[in-house]
T-cell receptor, first 115, second 112 residues
Framework: DAGVTQSPTHLIKTRGQQVTLRCSPKSGHDTVSWYQQALGQGPQFIFQYYEEEERQRGNFPDRFSGHQFPNYSSELNVNALLLGDSALYLC??????????????FGPGTRLTVT | QKEVEQNSGPLSVPEGAIASLNCTYSDRGSQSFFWYRQYSGKSPELIMFIYSNGDKEDGRFTAQLNKASQYVSLLIRDSQPSDSATYLCAVNMYNYGQNFVFGPGTRLSVLP
């Protein structure tokens, strides 16, 4: 049973550039959520995709956008990178959405460094 | 502001002891609660989830939930050095514009 996969593992970008991160959910899951985790902090919710639509969004600017494909995989795009965007970006998949959503399972993450 | 709070630690316990990790949350309407373990440089790994008031046991781990007090805890019995990690409490606050809200995590150190 394949778990959540993310690519790339590490990425170094220059301030002002754009980046795309990718995620494939765990087999049988249809919902993908993205998180940003700065060093020493808990993950911060960016947004969630279900049925190819953004369903929930956290307190992140419009520079952060995403997409979900018919096979449930997802992309996170960040435009006009800032130094403060340097973090571990985590993708989590789950089955369904809502108040009684099942548990979320995390991928290995993408470490983004902005110089 | 919907929040999840945890003691940042570090919490140090001797090998074989019981480690007690605590979490409080601000949204009284929350219904599902999760504990994750995160080793340094790795992604969070699900340990347990709990939906109902009371205790839920899984091996050496016990999750305790008290919705009236807005409090959830994780007990680790017979702590091992391999349990040394950061433990994250997550609350599903779906009805308040966010999905999972994570606490800052508690760093646990189990001393041999």
């Amino acid at each position: 049973d394949a778990g959540v996969t993310q690519s790339p593992t590490h990425l170094i970008k220059t301030r002002g550039q754009q980046v795309t991160l990718r995620c494939s959910p765990k087999s049988g899951h249809d919902t993908v959520s993205w998180y940003q985790q700065a060093l020493g902090q808990g993950p911060q919710f960016i947004f969630q995709y279900y049925e190819e639509e953004e369903r929930q969004r956290g307190n992140f600017p419009d520079r952060f956008s995403g997409h979900q494909f018919p096979n449930y995989s997802s992309e996170l795009n960040v435009n006009a990178l800032l130094l403060g965007d340097s973090a571990l970006y985590l993708c989590a998949s789950s089955l369904g959405t809502g108040q009684f959503t099942y548990a979320q399972y995390f991928g290995p993450g993408t470490r983004l460094t902005v110089t | 502001q919907k929040e999840v709070e945890q003691n940042s630690g570090p919490l140090s316990v001797p090998e074989g002891a019981i480690a007690s990790l605590n979490c409080t949350y601000s949204d009284r309407g929350s219904q599902s609660f999760f504990w994750y373990r995160q080793y340094s440089g790795k992604s969070p790994e699900l340990i347990m989830f709990i939906y109902s008031n009371g205790d839920k046991e899984d091996g050496r781990f016990t999750a305790q939930l008290n919705k009236a007090s807005q409090y959830v805890s994780l007990l680790i019995r017979d702590s091992q050095p391999s349990d040394s990690a950061t433990y994250l409490c997550a609350v599903n606050m779906y009805n308040y514009g966010q999905n999972f809200v994570f606490g800052p995590g508690t760093r646990l150190s189990v001393l041999p």
